[in-house]
């Protein structure tokens, strides 16, 4: 317990001091293992073992394609075609938005990308017709979590790299629960639409429906293909993304013709970017996880755990307070490259599935996508359009964070919401 307290400290006190959190554990790693008598040759081990994994090929390739289809205005498109469907209805641009969200999000993989994609064409068009801007920053900031929960999800392709956990068990697991918030925030934004305040559009014409809907099919067909191949084994997780990004470029390209060879070179700049950044934070927490390991911190916690009698479902609680408060400080993926080789050795003593952890995890992570002052959907919702302030993100998201709890609650206290679906699937290594 010393250790770990000591080591926490330490940490914090590094980070404290504005070093980017891959350097801050990487730094952490190197002074633990100096004071501790650790040799520091596992360094260059653990740099190479961290990053040589065919699960975590997954991560640049569903980040070149959500910039592809970012650049590619294919979510203008999905936004179109599903507000023909719905606009007439109460609320209907915003259940359009939530929708729209989903959709994306079951393409991409990232929360960011698909608050920023769907932001653009979904806030000024709730906004030019009456709805309210708080209502409105809320509202996509909190499609934009869907982003890491519907598989593909990022975050989900990290800690399966971590804990070996099956990963298209695990995107499996995200689906029902996707849905399920998919659901609550468009039965959330019809609630809060039908006091009025705003501009109802008119009913779509059949033939408008259909005529968008045909001309956007192959877009729709792309989380057909990649949640569909994965569920039926037809491809793994890492053969999905290099499918959805095969794919994501010839619809760009030579279909819908909105990319560009021009782009490509910014496009593959900003992705490569993107990549690195989540590069080094995976090898800083490898270093961190392999000096705590050698410490015995996650054996001391456990012989801990157990030796306090502590329930799962008290664990579990513990734990989800302990991500909630590290999820308004750091990044997403931080979190859980942080706290997983702590809780996992934990986890597995006290027989908790792995899986559905996953989730739990997720959706904490989710929420920290929407809880300020780091919360990276609310920079990117501020970042729309000049005349949106930081204050109208923040008091706009309040109400879609206490519905994330009670989402939160849900899946913690019904667990089949997530483990139903992957058993149903074949046990299969990759």
């Known amino acids: 317990m010393v250790n770990f307290l000591i080591t926490i400290a330490l940490l914090g006190a590094i980070l404290l001091l504005g070093l980017p959190v891959a350097f801050g554990l990487g730094s952490t790693s190197v002074i633990l293992a100096w004071f501790n008598d650790i040799s520091l040759s596992f360094l260059t081990i653990t740099v190479l073992e961290s990053v040589n994994s065919f699960t975590l090929l997954a991560v640049p390739l569903f980040v070149i394609m959500s910039q592809i289809l970012l650049v590619g205005k294919v979510g203008d498109n999905l936004f179109e075609t599903i507000n023909t469907w719905v606009r007439h209805l109460p609320g209907g641009l915003a259940v359009a938005t939530v929708f729209s969200c989903a959709i994306f999000a079951a393409i991409t993989g990232s929360g960011a990308a698909t608050a920023a994609t769907i932001g653009m064409v979904a806030y000024p068009a709730m906004f030019s017709r009456g709805y309210d801007k708080k209502f409105t920053c809320g509202l996509l900031a909190t499609g934009g979590v869907l982003g890491i929960l519907i598989p593909p999800s990022i975050p989900m392709i990290i800690y399966s790299s971590i804990t070996d956990a099956s990963l298209d068990k695990l995107f499996m697991a995200g689906v029902i629960p996707g849905v399920l918030l998919t659901l609550m925030l468009a039965g959330y934004a019809v609630l809060r639409s039908i006091r009025g305040g705003y501009t109802p559009l008119p009913k779509a014409s059949w033939e408008e429906r259909w005529k968008l809907t045909r001309y956007n099919l192959p877009a729709l067909s792309l989380p057909v293909i990649i949640i569909g191949g994965i569920y039926t084994g037809l491809f793994t997780p890492t053969e999905a993304a290099s499918v959805g990004l095969m794919v994501s470029f010839i619809l760009t390209k030579f279909v819908y013709r909105t990319l560009s060879w021009k782009q490509l070179p910014q496009i593959l700049l ?13 090898i800083g927490a490898h270093l961190f996880g392999k000096v705590l390991a050698l410490m015995n911190v996650p054996q001391e916690l456990t012989r801990m755990v157990v030796e306090y009698e502590l329930s799962p479902l008290f664990f579990i609680l513990a734990v989800n307070v302990l991500l909630l408060v590290l999820g308004a400080l750091l990044e997403t993926i931080s979190c859980i490259l942080l706290t997983t080789p702590l809780i996992l050795p934990i986890m597995l003593a ?13 959706v904490n992570m989710a929420i920290a996508l929407i809880t300020p002052p780091v919360g990276m959907d609310l920079y990117v919702i501020k970042g729309l359009r000049d005349d949106i302030g930081f204050d109208d993100v923040i008091k706009g998201v309040v109400p879609f964070i206490l519905l994330m709890f009670c989402f939160l ?3 913690i206290a019904v667990p089949v919401i997530s483990t139903w679906l992957p058993s149903l699937m074949p046990t299969r290594g990759f």
Do not use: H
């Open 270 to 282: 900003d992705a490569l970017a993107t990549t690195c950044m989540i590069g080094m934070i995976i």
């Open 350 to 362: 006290m027989n908790i599935d792995p899986i559905w952890y996953g989730v739990v995890l997720t």
């Open 409 to 411: 609650a849900l899946i």
